[in-house]
């Protein structure tokens, strides 16, 4: 199961990562959605769902490598207060990149890139850019309107 791959990926090379349960992590969303009303912040939340990532890349081995780079990188550039739990029956790992708008997931995107082109991995964008669809709470405009005015300019 993904569960135990990925504790013993964090295990193996003593990441200092905690991943919440389910529970958990859908208590800690609800918590900062009223945080984030209270303090008229915002946050990202983004999902990785399993059986999609295993599809798009097409094989384990693939799947894995995402995994272990996905783990790396977080490791790497981990702000204290980012949570990580597990969605619900376990489908999926979800992100909350708290203090963020989209351009905090656009930098933790190429930092995942970055580290996928140092492991010859460049099919982690088929993940990154068609299948992981970042929601920014509360809904800035401003950040969906610049994030599609960027692309254009690509």
Known sequence: ??????????????????IYTEDIFERRCQEEIIRSDEDKSSFVYVEFD??????????????????????????????????????????GIGLLLLDSKLD?????AGRFSRN?????????NLVLEKTVKPIVYPSC??????????????
């Not at 199961?1 to 905690?18: D, R, T, W």
């Not at 905090?104 to 933790?108: A, E, N, Y």
């Not at 996928?116 to 982690?124: E, L, M, Q, W």
Request: no cysteine; hydrophobic share 35%.
């Open 50 to 91: 399993f059986e999609t990532i295993d599809n798009t890349l097409g094989n384990k081995a693939n799947s894995q490598q995402f995994w272990n780079i996905f783990i790396e990188t977080l490791s790497q550039n981990k702000r204290g207060n980012d949570i990580l739990g597990f969605l619900e029956h376990e489908s």
């Open 1 to 18: 199961m993904m569960k135990e791959y990925l504790f013993n990926l964090i295990k193996k090379h003593q990441y200092n990562i905690s």
């Open 104 to 108: 905090g997931w656009t930098r933790l």
């Open 141 to 154: 405009i401003q950040d969906i309107q610049a994030q599609q005015a960027q692309k254009q300019e690509q």
């Open 116 to 124: 996928a082109s140092k492991h010859n991995f460049d099919i982690i």
